[in-house]
């Protein structure tokens, strides 16, 4: 499935600028990114429930930018699922075969539900009325009512954003399976960046209205090519540094009264001022390291179980930084509480470097 050059304006507002996609047959994909940024637009373009303004969305080569939601290869899974109310479980299964456009014989469609319910696991629920059902199952007549038609592309938009987290975790491992099972592709939709890095196999990460990246979820969290992208994906410390020369196949930068060296750097100098990302998972205690050995004050602590967030001060820089440190990792005999200091190094290669025109 691809997009090309697709754009959707609402009046003098760009909903979705000009964007290039294209989606593998049997990938899973997902459209991450904040609220209002464009996900659910670019799903119902896909969906045929709007009209691009402008390029031409294609599936399996075919052009469908211009036929409507029934005739294209194409289901969706609504956010609130769309459930009707006065019908049972099977009645609104076997609606998506009712509809126009369907060459499945009668004969074949009770089949065809009873397939689609053992699918999703909810053989045995047939009869019920959605009423009658939990948040979960819910959610799984929706999906059943989506495959059921066997289309080559199933759209899922925010599909687990009703349930709560515990029952989340559980339909996460679901939506993966179904996905190996059908075998055919899925787009979602999410703001939940741990859900898109749990289940996709590339996820766009978006921002109003524009692709800022794409890549798979290990792309995205090791070489986020922009400080959205690096906070949005995981997150990070993100510090703005002034280039102090090269060192070797390094690069150095003043961050306050700290010189800390990057091994992420083009051939190109690096001059002016970069910022800098440091994922907080990625701070290590320092034993007799002295590169980018960091003296840090020791602002707030926070408990996380196995694991410790700290609020960090470094001399000379304004904001403060967050270290997640297993608490195993953590020097016995100086406490770690606000106002004590701690020494912690970050490894050249975990100090992300972004441009703020940095290289010449
Ligand atoms: N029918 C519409 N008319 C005008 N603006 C719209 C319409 N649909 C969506 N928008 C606007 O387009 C932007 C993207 O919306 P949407 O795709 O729903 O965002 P997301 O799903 O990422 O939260 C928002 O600013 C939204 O207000
Ligand atoms: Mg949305």
């Given at each position: 499935?691809?997009?090309?050059?697709?754009?959707?304006?609402?009046?003098?507002?760009?909903?979705?600028?000009?964007?290039?996609?294209?989606?593998?047959?049997?990938?899973?994909?997902?459209?991450?990114?904040?609220?209002?940024?464009?996900?659910?637009?670019?799903?119902?373009?896909?969906?045929?429930?709007?009209?691009?303004?402008?390029?031409?969305?294609?599936?399996?080569?075919?052009?469908?930018?211009?036929?409507?939601?029934?005739?294209?290869?194409?289901?969706?899974?609504f956010?609130?699922?769309?459930?009707?109310?006065?019908?049972?479980?099977?009645?609104?299964?076997?609606?998506?075969?009712?509809?126009?456009?369907?060459?499945?014989?009668?004969?074949?469609?009770?089949?065809?539900?009873?397939?689609?319910?053992a699918?999703?696991?909810?053989?045995?629920?047939?009869?019920?009325?959605?009423?009658?059902?939990?948040?979960?199952?819910?959610?799984?007549?929706?999906?059943?009512?989506?495959?059921?038609?066997?289309?080559?592309?199933?759209?899922?938009?925010?599909?687990?954003?009703?349930?709560?987290?515990?029952?989340?975790?559980?339909?996460?491992?679901?939506?993966?399976?179904?996905?190996?099972?059908?075998?055919?592709?899925?787009?979602?939709?999410?703001h939940?960046?741990?859900?898109?890095?749990?289940?996709?196999?590339?996820?766009?990460?978006?921002?109003?209205?524009?692709?800022?990246?794409?890549?798979?979820?290990?792309?995205?969290?090791?070489?986020?090519?922009?400080?959205?992208?690096?906070?949005?994906?995981?997150?990070?410390?993100?510090?703005?540094?002034?280039?102090?020369?090269?060192?070797?196949?390094?690069?150095?930068?003043?961050?306050g009264?700290?010189?800390v060296?990057?091994?992420r750097?083009?051939?190109?100098?690096?001059?002016?001022?970069?910022?800098?990302?440091?994922?907080?998972?990625?701070?290590?205690?320092?034993?007799?390291?002295?590169?980018?050995?960091?003296?840090?004050?020791?602002?707030?602590?926070?408990?996380?179980?196995?694991?410790?967030?700290l609020?960090?001060?470094?001399?000379?820089?304004?904001?403060?930084?967050?270290?997640?440190?297993?608490?195993t990792?953590?020097?016995?005999?100086?406490?770690?509480?606000?106002?004590?200091?701690?020494?912690?190094?970050?490894?050249?290669?975990?100090?992300?470097?972004?441009?703020?025109?940095?290289?010449?």
């Amino acid at each position: 499935m691809s997009l090309e050059g697709v754009t959707k304006t609402y009046g003098n507002f760009t909903a979705l600028h000009a964007t290039d996609l294209s989606v593998g047959e049997g990938e899973f994909v997902t459209l991450l990114g904040p609220s209002g940024c464009g996900k659910t637009t670019t799903l119902r373009l896909i969906g045929g429930f709007e009209r691009t303004s402008s390029g031409r969305i294609l599936i399996s080569g075919e052009d469908m930018t211009s036929r409507p939601p029934y005739e294209r290869p194409v289901n969706t899974v609504f956010q609130d699922y769309a459930l009707f109310p006065h019908m049972s479980v099977s009645q609104n299964i076997a609606y998506g075969l009712s509809v126009k456009s369907n060459n499945v014989p009668g004969a074949d469609r009770a089949a065809r539900v009873t397939e689609a319910l053992a699918l999703v696991g909810l053989a045995g629920m047939a009869d019920r009325r959605p009423e009658a059902l939990s948040g979960g199952q819910r959610q799984r007549v929706a999906m059943a009512r989506a495959i059921v038609r066997r289309p080559r592309v199933l759209l899922l938009d925010e599909p687990l954003s009703a349930l709560d987290v515990k029952l989340r975790e559980g339909m996460q491992v679901e939506l993966k399976r179904l996905h190996r099972e059908l075998g055919i592709t899925f787009v979602m939709v999410t703001h939940d960046q741990t859900e898109a890095l749990a289940l996709s196999d590339r996820i766009v990460v978006m921002n109003q209205g524009r692709v800022a990246q794409i890549g798979s979820p290990t792309e995205l969290y090791d070489n986020p090519s922009t400080p959205y992208v690096a906070d949005f994906i995981g997150a990070a410390n993100l510090l703005e540094a002034e280039a102090a020369g090269r060192d070797g196949a390094l690069a150095a930068f003043r961050l306050g009264g700290t010189v800390v060296r990057s091994a992420r750097v083009a051939s190109a100098a690096v001059t002016g001022k970069a910022i800098l990302g440091i994922r907080p998972e990625r701070f290590l205690v320092s034993g007799t390291e002295t590169a980018n050995r960091l003296a840090l004050t020791i602002k707030e602590v926070l408990f996380h179980g196995d694991r410790l967030r700290l609020e960090l001060m470094l001399e000379g820089v304004d904001r403060p930084l967050f270290a997640e440190l297993p608490r195993t990792a953590l020097p016995p005999d100086s406490p770690i509480e606000p106002g004590a200091g701690i020494a912690l190094h970050v490894e050249p290669s975990d100090i992300l470097l972004f441009a703020g025109g940095s290289t010449a």
